[in-house]
Nanobody, 126 residues
Framework: QVQPVESGGGLVQAGGSLRLSCAAS????????MGWFRQVPGKEREFVAA????????YYATSATGRFTISRDNAKNTVYLQMNSLKPEDTAVYYC???????????????????WGQGTQVTVSS
């Protein structure tokens, strides 16, 4: 079982940057595709970005393309989400999720992920 734990959220002004981290306590972390999702109250959880188990493939939501970068360090069992040019509409709770996918998938649907963190709040002020 993988237990993701997010960190790095906070308050930032529009145009600023934040880097989220997600640490997972599992020796086979490198067999899991990892994804970032976000959710605001009253709305469904929204896909942001995903990265394959080996890190060779990535997939982004349109809203994240060109501004966010997902990466991972399998030696540290950690995945990152670098967020630049933040906008007030990026305000949400950001969740990290893991999907057992050793052959290289980059799932974009929340239904494909088996393990979820507790989330970290990101607030972008205008």
């Amino acid at each position: 079982q993988v237990q993701p734990v997010e960190s790095g959220g906070g308050l930032v002004q529009a145009g600023g940057s934040l880097r989220l981290s997600c640490a997972a306590s599992r020796r086979t972390f490198s067999s899991y595709a990892m994804g970032w999702f976000r959710q605001v109250p009253g709305k469904e959880r929204e896909f942001v970005a995903a990265i394959s188990a080996t890190g060779t493939s990535t997939y982004y939501a349109t809203s994240a393309t060109g501004r966010f970068t997902i990466s991972r360090d399998n030696a540290k069992n950690t995945v990152y989400l670098q967020m630049n040019s933040l906008k007030p509409e990026d305000t949400a709770v950001y969740y990290c999720a893991a999907d057992f996918s050793p052959i290289g998938g980059v799932p974009g649907s929340s239904y494909e992920y088996d393990y979820w963190g507790q989330g970290t709040q990101v607030t972008v002020s205008s």
